[in-house]
């Protein structure tokens, strides 16, 4: 099967498109003919070694020292069941599933094997493979942190990084827990967020949301560039610094920070893992119009490099879907 590989960390040319062996799936997994994945900034990540400071060595242990563990990125998939593995009963071939990959990666291929009890779910009947395939990394992820927060109607959510995978299914998740949502992001991204319905904005490249004095219950930052000693101020007595994305210092003194404060910051760590049940839930706000997919651009597999060096800019919109023809 075709799938894009790369066998050195480095830019987005290390990425190249080869045949490797088709996988078969094993007892208890089913095997997905691949429709569409996402190039999303874990991709960039892992690709690069573009870690927050102080992970870089942590990251070796797990991603591989001198060369990459897994030779195929891409954390979800949408696409249609092509054989189920003994044991399996919940799926069939010519289902049309969307399921997450995580840490194991494997999406940017022709065909990936999944286990059929993790997280995978009968795609949205509304969707395409294209605008299904949104759902999982963005949506899982925004649906676990705000998870830990236990938002319930009128608490205020500041979503700084409010344009990206992330952030933009934050937007619609928070809202639809009755959030008042204020999003932070460039004044470009304005009309995005809006239409998603947040119901403030601050442009980040005009004003700092932690100098105007204002409180929020929750405070998610999906950049990296929020850290409590900068926003404890802006949380309310007993809300959330929730870190989507943390550096090492953040991480370790999360625990300490909570303690003496009395707010709640999390950096999700290990924590975060997913289940048929969180896609499912997701699927089914997506068929009843409450959740949208956002999508900046789409590429072909064998247009994999461009997709990633788009990815390094750091100014997707959304997602950027990798289509599998």
């Known amino acids: 099967m075709k799938a894009a590989t790369y066998r050195r960390f480095g830019g987005p040319d290390v990425v190249r498109v080869e045949e490797i062996a088709q996988p078969a799936p094993r007892a208890g997994e089913v095997l997905i003919k691949v429709m569409a994945s996402t190039v999303s900034v874990a991709d960039h990540r892992v690709r690069s070694r573009n870690v927050p400071k102080g992970l870089v060595a942590l990251t070796a242990l797990t991603l591989g020292l001198f060369r990459p563990r897994t030779r195929v990125l891409g954390m979800d998939v949408a696409g249609v069941v092509e054989s189920v593995g003994e ?12 399921a997450m990959l995580g840490a194991k990666f494997g999406g940017h291929a022709e065909y990936v094997s999944v286990p059929a009890k993790g997280p995978i779910a009968t795609k949205p009947r509304n969707m395409g493979f294209e605008e299904a395939v949104t759902l999982l990394f963005g949506g899982l992820t925004a649906k676990s942190f ?18 990206g995978a992330v952030g933009t299914a934050a937007i619609q998740l928070a809202k639809h ?3 008042h949502v204020t999003a932070v992001s460039s004044g470009a991204n304005r009309e995005l967020v809006e ?11 005009a004003a ?55 707010k709640l910051v999390t950096f999700g760590g290990l924590k975060l893992t997913y289940t048929a049940d969180d896609v499912a839930y997701l699927v089914s706000l997506a068929e009843e119009g409450k959740y949208q997919a956002v999508i900046d651009r ?10 990633h060096r788009f990815v390094d800019t750091g100014r997707k919109r959304g997602n950027v879907v990798l289509r599998v023809p």
């Open 87 to 98: 044991g399996v009963t919940a799926f069939r071939p010519g289902d049309e599933v969307i």
């Open 146 to 163: 705000l998870g830990m927060a236990a938002i319930k109607t009128g608490d205020t959510v500041l979503i700084n990084g409010a344009s």
């Open 195 to 205: 239409s998603l319905g947040a119901d403030g904005f601050i442009d980040y490249t």
């Open 298 to 307: 789409t590429y072909n597999l064998a247009d994999v490099v461009e997709a």
């Open 208 to 262: 700092d949301f932690t100098a105007d004095g204002t409180t929020y219950d929750v405070v998610m930052d999906c950049v990296g560039n929020a850290p409590f000693a900068r926003v404890q101020g802006s949380i309310a007595p007993g809300g959330a610094l929730l870190l989507v994305i943390a550096d090492l210092k953040g991480m370790l003194g999360a625990r300490g920070q909570s303690r003496r404060s009395g």
């Open 177 to 179: 827990l009755g959030a």
